[in-house]
């Protein structure tokens, strides 16, 4: 397992070695975040959610990583369910030739996974119910009762199975973000006041694991939850989650990131003002800049839906000439986004996508503009 985790010097190393993307913006530092701030952290990271669970689609994405790491990503995202596990084993063994070849170094690196749903080990068992019960139920690894649709859980005990497996996966020590999955899942079946009992026992699991270095920071990662009006039974309150987070362990909480998808059609955490800070309702980007938090966002390509038939005054604004690439500059230009996550399985879209990293960011009025032009 390789030791350490995103050092302040070892990023300000990664990104000495782009001087044009460094002078174009393309690297950032979370200033507002507390064990973040001095981290150099790239505006568009690789993502690893899509894909068939099959030995060509984990090749392409290794290999996908090495391109990332070349051309100047040094933030990878994925979680324990993507394609079976098999998403973070190929980013482990993209991580095992870069870091042994001594390409790059631990230090240069942010590296972030999630937990909460149910996976398979690699490939889906012939009895698939059976496996959960065996593995997960009848262990008491994932307590029945706190099971919603028979595939969420964020208990305390199912939290440490899956970070220690994620480790072992990824092939790292400490995992420097390390995420609850989709949490509004629980929403669903269990009133608000449970769903906050349990986000506490969550923290105070999630603490744990920070004290003994094998993560950095946690935090949430999200589809619905931070997107939706406050009325709706999957919204989540970030000032509430900070709280929660200050109750258990203080100031000196680590709960420090949030993930939700951000892009050309799904602008929610820019243009809808569902949180609120002491009363005063704002987006969820400026509530994160006001806590403490720091914001990746997902699917800058809507899963691959933006990267053709944009209207041309979207390519004329961001000065692309792709659709994927106005779509990129469009999430990694919003004030407040620290990184903008792409899913990438193909090296060609590594490289086609990681131009845009040397343009510099769009003009705030030129990207505000944009929600003017489109009405
Ligand atoms: N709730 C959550 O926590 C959550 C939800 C969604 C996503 N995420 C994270 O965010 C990452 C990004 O989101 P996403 O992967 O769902 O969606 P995305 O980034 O919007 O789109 C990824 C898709 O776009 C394709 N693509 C990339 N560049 C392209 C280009 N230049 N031209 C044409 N197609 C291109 C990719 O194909 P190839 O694979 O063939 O390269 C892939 O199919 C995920 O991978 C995951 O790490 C988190």
Redesign the pocket.
Known sequence: MHVGHASPSGTARFRSRFPSLAEAGHFRKPEHVRYLSELWLSSIGI?????EPDTVTDERYSE?VLEALRLGVNVI???INYRLQRSERSIGSALKQALSSGDVQREELVICT?AGYLTYDGTVPADPRRYFIEEYIDTGVAPRDQLVGGMHCMAPSYLHNQLERSRRNLGIETIDVF?I??PEQQLAEVPRDVFYKRLRQAFIALEEEAANDTIRVYGT???NGFRQNRDSGEFLDLERMVSIASEVAGELHHFRAI?L?F?LALPEAFTSDNQAIGGKPMSLLAAAQELGICVFT???????RL?ARLPEFVRETFHCDSD?SAAIQFARSAAGVTTA??????RE?VQ??LEVAGQPLAKPADWQGLFQASR
């Not at 996550?341 to 193909?346: I, Y």
Request: proline letters at 3%.
């Open positions: 993502g690893t959610y899509l894909g996908a995202d994925s979680a999630k995420y999955h989709n990662a999200t589809w993930q998808p892009n997902s699917a800058a390509l809507l899963q691959g990267t994927a996550l792409v899913g990438m399985s193909r879209h086609g996508n």
